[in-house]
T-cell receptor, first 117, second 113 residues
Framework: TQLLEQSPQFLSIQEGENLTVYCNSS?????LQWYRQEPGEGPVLLVT?????EVKKLKRLTFQFGDARKDSSLHITAAQPGDTGLYLC?????????????????FGQGTILTVHP | NAGVTQTPKFQVLKTGQSMTLQCAQD?????MSWYRQDPGMGLRLIHY???????DQGEVPNGYNVSRSTTEDFPLRLLSAAPSQTSVYFC????????????FGDGTRLSIL
């Protein structure tokens, strides 16, 4: 079973602080996605990283995919109360050449971020 | 576009009862899946489908059945509800696994007494 370990599980910070969320696995993924979820809603995709070493920026959010495609990080600069939510990483395993697997998405446990004004 | 629609939003069942959670998408997506979300455990895959007539088990399939007779619909059936199945259930769809985002519904909050 492929596992994605996300840390920290909880993060409570003040507005304006920086933070980093980590997503680690012993398995290689073809790509990795980060989602954000608000209470009462389903997760919404923030970004997909595909290439080892890739860095993507989305305003104050910076996403990095590890060189070996086993880990990823999300860094938020100058956090704002609107960033509050559950952040989830998800690794994509593509269908295999033997046809015994159709491919799947494996989620980490999530990081609950609270940004206080 | 409605996207992914899940019904009902809330449901309370007694142990042993059966029910079907409905999921429909209007984006002509091939890939559909069901997850359950429990505190501290992220989203765990129950069953998924890569197209009409093709389904496969995910990480936690026991106690659940699925079928995919049309591209649009992917219902999840609880055969005999147990308290351990109390959870929030999410349906998701995407054009193809690994291509683009998973589009999630707003979830069904299910309590088994």
């Amino acid at each position: 079973t492929q596992l994605l370990e996300q840390s920290p599980q909880f993060l409570s910070i003040q507005e304006g602080e920086n933070l980093t969320v980590y997503c680690n696995s012993s398995s290689v993924f073809s790509s990795l996605q980060w989602y954000r979820q608000e209470p009462g809603e389903g997760p919404v995709l923030l970004v997909t990283v595909v290439t080892g070493g890739e860095v993507k920026k989305l305003k104050r959010l910076t996403f990095q995919f590890g060189d070996a495609r086993k880990d990823s990080s999300l860094h938020i600069t100058a956090a704002q109360p609107g960033d509050t939510g559950l952040y989830l990483c998800a690794g994509i395993t593509p269908p295999n050449a033997g046809g015994t697997s159709y491919g799947k998405l494996t989620f980490g446990q999530g990081t609950i971020l609270t940004v206080h004004p | 576009n409605a996207g992914v629609t899940q019904t009902p939003k809330f449901q309370v069942l007694k142990t042993g009862q059966s029910m079907t959670l409905q999921c429909a998408q209007d984006m002509n997506h091939e890939y559909m899946s069901w997850y359950r979300q429990d505190p501290g455990m992220g989203l765990r895959l129950i069953h998924y489908s890569v197209g009409a007539g093709i389904t496969d088990q995910g990480e936690v399939p026991n106690g659940y059945n699925v079928s995919r007779s049309t591209t649009e619909d992917f219902p999840l059936r609880l055969l005999s509800a147990a308290p351990s199945q109390t959870s929030v259930y999410f349906c998701a769809s995407s054009f193809r696994m690994g291509w683009g985002p998973q589009h999630f519904g707003d979830g069904t909050r299910l309590s088994i007494l």
